[in-house]
């Protein structure tokens, strides 16, 4: 059968979504983005990926999170993206804030990941050819390598962006000392850091507790929130038990050690609350996020349409009262 051409939805810009600029750019992204981490790899449904991705331009989400290694297997998140942009996105290129990293593992050998100039290079090379690309919006250091001289990394961050291969860099990851200095590095060499990617929901404090939010805002970048739902704790997914086609059920990197009773227990009661105010869980979750405005964006994942149209529901309400924090805060305790 031949596949209908995608052509996306007329109202993408006036459905809802709205756009925060990212530190002191030019660029704006979407509140909500969406990651590839999981869901769009060779082990998963090509068609329902084609769906959730189809989907999530049509409501206004132009800015897509990948990686070198995201799948399973490595490499093919950005294969199925590939894919898709060939088919589908090519005509809707200039619309589409597209990213990926290196600096996990990837493939055997010394190259094969951490922060050298060698693994950087060579594998944004691959990336490329794997999502029919001839550049990347912003490209990250994956993480910090402890081992590779900070300026080999960040030198390698700004040669990419001279060769035309990113248009914009970004750290993920990183410590708030090491961080510091990156920042100082790149904006010396006027390829100022454009986004800092962190793990943050509910459940991890980190990036405010370590002043990590603070620092990019004081930098000029963007801060962008992973795993905003926990991997999918802070949804009604475990409520009530491990479904089968779950990420913990499906070996991903959530895990089932992560549901303790302690931890059931905090879900139903910030159920509770985002009940009171008309939202569910995970809408909340999100909208937690959103209500401080150095979040530039939270990178949510989804395993289907319905998820994804769930979480953009989070939008409606971000605003919380004094009273409502105070809760929340009273269940983390
Ligand atoms: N920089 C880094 O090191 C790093 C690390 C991790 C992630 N990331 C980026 O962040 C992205 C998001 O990470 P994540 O997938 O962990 O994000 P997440 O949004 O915290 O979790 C997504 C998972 O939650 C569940 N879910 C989502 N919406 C739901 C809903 N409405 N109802 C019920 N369950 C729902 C789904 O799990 P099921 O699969 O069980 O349905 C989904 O796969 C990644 O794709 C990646 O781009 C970056």
Redesign the pocket.
């Known amino acids: 059968m031949i596949e209908p051409v995608y052509s996306p939805a007329n109202d993408r810009y006036t459905c809802g979504m709205k756009y925060r600029r990212a530190g002191k750019s030019g660029i704006c992204l979407p509140e909500i983005?969406?990651?590839?981490?999981?869901?769009f790899g060779d082990v998963d449904t090509l068609a329902n990926g084609k769906r959730i991705l189809f989907c999530a331009f049509d409501r206004g989400i132009t800015h897509f999170?990948?990686?070198n290694n995201?799948g399973p297997s490595y490499g093919s998140a950005e294969e199925t993206f590939g894919q898709v942009m060939k088919s589908s996105f090519l005509p809707y290129r200039d619309e589409l804030f597209i990213?990926t990293?290196a600096g996990?593992d990837m493939w055997e050998g010394p190259y094969g990941n951490w922060g050298s100039r060698k693994h950087l290079m060579a594998s944004l090379d691959q990336s490329l050819k794997r999502m029919n690309l001839d550049y990347v919006d912003i490209f990250?250091s994956?993480?910090y390598d402890p081992e590779t001289p900070l300026e080999e990394t960040m030198q390698a961050l700004v040669d990419i962006v001279r060769q035309g291969k990113a248009l914009y860099v970004g750290l993920?990851?990183y410590p708030e000392e090491v961080a510091g200095k990156a920042y100082s590095y790149l904006r010396a060499h006027d390829v100022p850091c454009l986004l800092y990617?962190?793990?943050y929901?509910l459940l991890v404090r980190e990036p405010e507790r370590q002043g990590i939010l603070a620092q990019a805002k004081a930098n000029g970048a963007g801060f962008i929130a992973?795993?905003?739902?926990?991997?999918?704790?802070?949804?009604?997914?475990y409520l009530n038990g491990i479904?089968e086609?779950?990420?913990?059920?499906?070996g991903?990197?959530?895990k089932k050690e992560a549901l303790t009773d302690e931890m059931l227990h905090k879900l139903w009661s910030l159920n509770a609350v985002a009940g009171k105010r008309g939202q569910?869980l995970?809408?909340m979750a999100l909208a937690w996020l959103l209500k401080d405005d150095s979040v530039t964006s939270?990178?949510?994942?989804?395993?289907?349409v319905?998820?994804?149209e769930?979480?953009l529901k989070a939008l409606d309400n971000t605003h919380f009262s004094e009273e409502e924090l105070r809760e929340i805060e009273e269940v983390l305790k």
């Open positions: 983005s969406l990651g590839l981490w999981h869901n999170d990948l990686a995201y990213s990293k996990h990250y994956h993480r993920s990851k990617q962190g793990r929901s992973f795993s905003p739902l926990a991997e999918g704790l802070l949804t009604n997914r479904p086609d779950s990420r913990i059920a499906r991903g990197h959530l569910s995970a809408e939270v990178i949510i994942g989804a395993s289907s319905k998820q994804l769930d979480n």
